[in-house]
């Protein structure tokens, strides 16, 4: 299993054959299941081959989408990693790699928002957002592939996150701090468009503690996090229903 790791345009040339591409991602989902960080280093790799093809690379991107379907509790720690190997497709850098990478990953991001609460996107501005187990927030642009933002301030890992409306404001929410909070993430200038970690929160809301061990270990896959006209919509992973005013 290892060996066809170690060998992998053998493997997608084998996974673009409709006969036999289900028992070839079973086998390559099984691997990923056993070492999440491998696979997904291999097919980062392969995605950018584009000298073997269009069709090659896309699928490459495509076999993350489907572990990230069939094994979510495994790329959960993996989630910036995850993000920025399949960004490294869209470099502004080579115009060839991002035109032919963009619609695989376009589904693959929104496969990661579509699948864990502490993920989001927003059209209009191209930020995408990932909540980090350490309690940081890391803001991509991908307009230029890049980290765009680092938001520090929880002390637990971000469960939730959804930007507002216009993109000038992301909210996130943490069980293990118990706290949601509100980040100004619209534009602040030239000297504010600098990666950094500035002081950026624009509000802090302390919850009640829940007991996170007492619930399974999915228990994150209950979250959701909105804003509405009167605030922010929260459910926490016991199923909780909270509504936060925002001035």
Known sequence: MHAAMRAPPDVLAVYQDPQVAQSCLTVLVQVGNADPWTLLQVMGKAARRVDIGAAYASSAIFVLVAFVQRSPGKVLPLLTRFTEAVLRCLEPSDPALRRQSLMAVTSALHELVNTFPMVDFHQQSQKFAVGTSDGRVVVYDLRTAT?????????????????????????????????????????????????????????????????????????????????????????????????????
Do not use: M
């Open 147 to 247: 980290k765009w933002r680092i938001l520090e301030g929880h002390t637990g890992a971000v469960a939730g996150l959804a930007f507002a409306g216009d993109g000038n404001r992301l909210s996130s929410y943490s069980a293990n701090d118990c706290s949601v909070r509100v980040w100004q993430t619209g534009s602040e200038g030239f000297l504010g468009g600098l990666l950094g970690s500035g002081k950026r929160c624009l509000k802090t809301q302390v919850l009640p503690p829940i007991d996170l061990l007492s619930g399974t270990s999915n228990g994150w896959r209950n979250v959701t996090l909105k804003w509405s006209d009167q605030g922010l919509k929260l459910v926490r992973e016991n199923g909780d229903n909270l509504r936060i005013g925002i001035d």
